[in-house]
Each structure stands twice: as structure tokens, then as C-alpha cells.
């Protein structure tokens, strides 16, 4: 008897960095990913989830895109959304303390890899930050390199300068906090030592 696969609808629009894509499954959002052409995106999420029947369409596509774009547009809304991105066991961890780290802020790759009790696994932690799939709701922009420099990201480097400057402006509106809150089994405790807040022009390791 086969089994069957889990089913995954997916929409691709505008938005302020770009082509966006979104897919989701009846858990939650799986991907969200920017591209500069609609078929590189969906390469990239068959890429990501093989496993998955992927099916053109989202029910009430603008429940996604809507809350995305109005963030972008330099409306600090809560992304509040339920999320099912897969990974493995390890991405899941480092995923899970990226949406500790406050808006307006940023993490060393050297200090991420540090709060999960493992100084030494700098590269691991980079390559789960390089494997999110759901940008912007999962931070992974927030992590740079310990001597200042963006580091990688997925999405374009000039994304990543965008994002960051865009949250250091909102940042200084208030304490708002991108993602929903995680229960404390899921995340455990916070991120200790934070860098201190200061806009992305005078940053401080990897992504």
C-alpha cells in the first residue's frame, strides 16, 4: 500500500523585496522565500520539501501576504503565524532560538552557537541558519559575523542589509517582537547577552 505524501499549496506574489513566495500546510507555514523569478522559487521549495505534493494555490492567500508585506512597509505587525518548516531535530533548536532574539537586534553566529551550549558548533549553526526555509517569521537575518560583516543569507545580501535597517528603524518605536511567542518547552530559556541594541551599521558573527 503507498503512502500517501503530505500536501503543501503554495502562492507566489509581489512584495516590497521582491517576488515572494508562500507555502503552507495544514500545520502552518512551510516556506517563505524571496526570489527574483517565480520558477527559481519553485525549484527551490520542490527543492526543500521533495517529500511533498506541492499544489498552485493558498486558501486566502492575503492572510499570508497581507500581515508580510505591511511589515515590510515599516509596520512592526506580529507575524503571528503557526509554523511547520520540517528540518531535522538540530535546525528545529537553532529555528526555535532565532525567534528569541528581539527586533531591532542582532546575534553573532559565534554567540548563537554559544547559547545552545555548543562554542564550537559555529558551523553547524550557520548551516541551519542557511537551511531555514521561512525567512523573516524565523530570523535567520538577524545573525551575523563576530567581526561586523552581514555574513550569508539566502535571500541576497541586500536583502538582508534591507531587513536589517528596516528593524533598526522600527526598533526605536519599541520592544516589538516579530514572531509568536513559543511555549517555554519548545524554546527553553531566552538568549543570554544579547548584543546590545544598536542599528545594523555598527553590527557585530555569520549566517
Not at 49 to 67: A, C, D, N, V
Not at 124 to 138: H, R, S, T, Y
Not at 183 to 202: H, T, Y
Request: aromatic share 6%; net charge positive; charged share 25%.
Amino acid at each position: 500500500m503507498s503512502i500517501k505524501s503530505p500536501q503543501m499549496g503554495y502562492h507566489i506574489g509581489d512584495s516590497h523585496l521582491g517576488r515572494l513566495l508562500i507555502a503552507a500546510s495544514s500545520k502552518g507555514l512551510c516556506g517563505l522565500m524571496w526570489g527574483d523569478r517565480d520558477r527559481e522559487l519553485l525549484e527551490a521549495l520542490a527543492d526543500r520539501f521533495r517529500w511533498h505534493t506541492l499544489l498552485p494555490g493558498l486558501e486566502k492567500p492575503q492572510r499570508w501576504f497581507e500581515p508580510v508585506n505591511r511589515f515590510l512597509g515599516g509596520d512592526p505587525v506580529d507575524l503571528a503565524f503557526p509554523l511547520d518548516p520540517g528540518g531535522t531535530a538540530f535546525q528545529r533548536t537553532v529555528w526555535r532560538r532565532l525567534q528569541e532574539v528581539p527586533l531591532g537586534r542582532t546575534l553573532t553566529y559565534a554567540g548563537l552557537a554559544k547559547a545552545l551550549g555548543n562554542p564550537g558548533g559555529v558551523r553547524a549553526v550557520a548551516g541551519a541558519c542557511a537551511a531555514n526555509p521561512v525567512a523573516l517569521v524565523i530570523p535567520c537575518h538577524r545573525v551575523i559575523r563576530s567581526d561586523g560583516g552581514l555574513g550569508g543569507y539566502r535571500w541576497g545580501m541586500d536583502r538582508k542589509r534591507r531587513l536589517l535597517n528596516l528593524e533598526a528603524s522600527m526598533a526605536e518605536d519599541g520592544p516589538w517582537r516579530l514572531t509568536a511567542p513559543a511555549a517555554p518547552e519548545q524554546v527553553g530559556a531566552a538568549i543570554r547577552n544579547p548584543l546590545p541594541e544598536r542599528g545594523p551599521r555598527q553590527e557585530s558573527e555569520n549566517s
